[in-house]
């Protein structure tokens, strides 16, 4: 999971999950995807779609004055804490992300090292969620964000299709939601223009960058032969409506979201499966 503003193809996908009451031992969060994953945890229909649709046109969400004042485009302390926070506009409902036996991994990248981190639920606290932050904190769209005094880049840098951490972590059937089409083949051109803004602090992560793309497209290739085999689905788009990393089109956001939805119905055809 991840892709920015896309993630909201994800959101459908969970949104679908809760109606249908389908639940899961592990979830591994990457990018924006693990901010739609603790609310999946949580058991708040709705709430990342209202994040996606209404709060994102705000100025203190996204936009130029933030990138002018703090250096990011997005301000991940109004989203995760200032909106999110039990005081905040729209609280997670942390009680019940900790009482949800459902384990949960939030994958970061050290800015320092380009080194892959995977968080756990015992990093979240109520009113505390620098995780998710560090998760999301794309390169020169954000400045990295600090965990206990180091700080993190987006974790797609590091693992965009942590599908071997799940079956490394003991799962025999994973789902995978992407963001894009399933057969997109990734191209490093835009990151490479990226990096050459970072390279002099962080060149660790300008390094990352240049192979992110190179390293999807390998992801996705292993996860299309484990699909083979009947050990992974798939859950992606056919198109993304015209909805990129940051565009902000509200209705083409929710033609996202209606997408992710119904394609939910994969998830469940594919547990039947599973069960048979």
């Known amino acids: 999971m991840g892709g920015g503003f896309r993630g909201i193809y994800t959101a459908g996908v969970l949104d679908y999950c809760i109606d249908y009451n389908i639940h899961f031992d592990l979830g591994i969060g990457v990018s924006a995807g693990s901010g739609n994953l603790i609310t999946y945890i949580a058991g708040q229909r709705g709430r990342n779609c209202q994040f996606y649709t209404e709060y994102i046109l705000r100025e203190e969400y996204a936009g130029m004055n933030n990138f002018r004042s703090k250096k990011s485009f997005l301000d991940l302390d109004y989203i ?24 949960f991994i939030v994958v970061a990248t050290e800015a320092e090292t380009g080194r892959v981190k995977y968080f ?58 992407l963001t894009l089409p399933e057969n997109t083949i990734m191209t490093s051109d835009q990151d490479k223009k990226i990096a050459k803004h970072i390279r002099k602090k962080y060149p660790l992560i300008a390094e990352r960058l240049e192979h992110q793309a190179e390293n999807y497209n390998k992801g ?10 009947g050990m992974l689905l798939i859950v992606s ?13 509200t209705d083409a956001l ?9 394609d939910g119905i994969k998830i469940t055809n594919f547990l039947k499966e599973s069960n048979c």
């Open 237 to 249: 788009p056919d198109d993304t409506c015209g909805v990129s990393t940051l565009s902000r089109n």
């Open 220 to 229: 996705v290739m292993l996860a299309q032969n484990l699909a083979a085999c």
């Open 120 to 177: 756990d639920k015992s990093d979240l606290h109520q009113d505390d969620y620098s995780i998710l932050k560090a998760s999301c904190a794309m390169p020169y769209v954000c400045q990295p964000y600090a965990v206990e005094d180091k700080l993190y880049y987006d974790g797609a840098l590091a693992d965009s299709i942590p599908i071997q951490k799940a079956f490394l972590l003991g799962c025999d059937r994973v789902v995978l939601l």
């Open 80 to 103: 995760y804490s200032t909106l999110s926070n039990s005081d905040g506009e729209n609280p997670l409902d942390y009680p019940a992300v900790v009482a949800n036996p459902m384990e």
């Open 254 to 262: 929710r033609q996202l979201y209606q997408k992710g939805y119904q």
